[in-house]
């Protein structure tokens, strides 16, 4: 076979690929199917197919080869910087549209949306992010910003600068999300105080803060499990003794 007809055969599999989402969307392909159709976005006219099966072999799922840096991508048999790009570059789009899709929306009727962006973003993250979703008197959101990546603690968080931040976007109420990289989706002391401390400060600012979710293995509500019901009612004896004061 020459290089035109390997060529053709290649671009004719995968127009018959485009040609079943087109007609019946994505739910009848493999994870196999819809990586060759990614990465065939970086090299139009290679034969995809093998470096597909390699990724899923190596990473083991879909969603580990779309978290995958960069530099580990690089390492798998056939695949080179415009195949990366594809990957990462869909990765983000993803994130992008998820993001946006929120925005606007309130929180208690689109917590799934919510959910969805969030996993998305954080999920397989080798260290810990903490974002911060900002939302109107009604609840509505009106953007989210990632404030601080790293150890997470009070001492490396800067509560003024969320404060300033809700301030800046007249914001009413906050939520906190961050992600546990080991896949707990316990709170951990520091998580416990860190909400203590930017619960009793937005208290002071009236701003409301409504939650804080760890993405970990699923995701865990420090208010479903009652935990800012605790905070709230340690934070108001904390603010009338100080008033009293």
């Known amino acids: 076979m020459d290089k035109k007809e390997w ?54 799922s879909f969603a580990k080869v779309l978290d995958a840096p960069a530099e580990s991508l690089l390492k798998i048999k056939g695949i080179g910087p415009k195949n990366s790009f594809a990957l990462q570059f869909i990765q983000a789009v993803a994130t992008h549209y998820l993001k946006d899709r929120i925005r606007g929306k309130r929180y208690l009727h689109s917590s799934k949306e919510v959910a969805d962006y969030l996993v998305h973003s954080m999920r397989g993250l080798k260290i810990e992010v903490l974002t911060v979703l900002f939302l109107d008197s009604s609840h509505a959101i009106i953007d989210t910003e990632v404030v601080s990546e790293g150890t997470l603690n009070v001492n490396t968080i800067y509560p003024r600068e969320i404060i300033k931040r809700a301030m800046d976007y007249h914001a009413a109420a906050i939520i906190l999300a961050h992600n546990h990289p080991s896949g707990s989706l316990s709170p951990s002391d520091q998580d416990i105080k860190l909400t203590k401390t930017l619960f009793l400060l937005c208290s002071c600012m009236q701003i409301q803060l409504l939650d804080h979710l760890i993405i970990g293995d699923g995701i865990f509500s420090f208010a479903d499990d009652g935990l800012i019901g605790l905070i709230r009612e340690k934070c108001q004896t904390t603010l009338r003794s100080l008033t009293a004061s």
Request: glycine share 12%.
């Open 7 to 60: 060529q053709d055969k290649g671009t004719g599999h995968r127009g018959r690929l485009r040609d079943r989402f087109l007609d019946s969307g994505i739910a009848g392909f493999r994870d196999v199917e819809i990586l060759e159709l990614l990465l065939s976005f970086g090299t139009p006219r290679s034969d995809c197919k093998d470096a597909a099966r390699e990724l899923l072999l190596q990473y083991g």
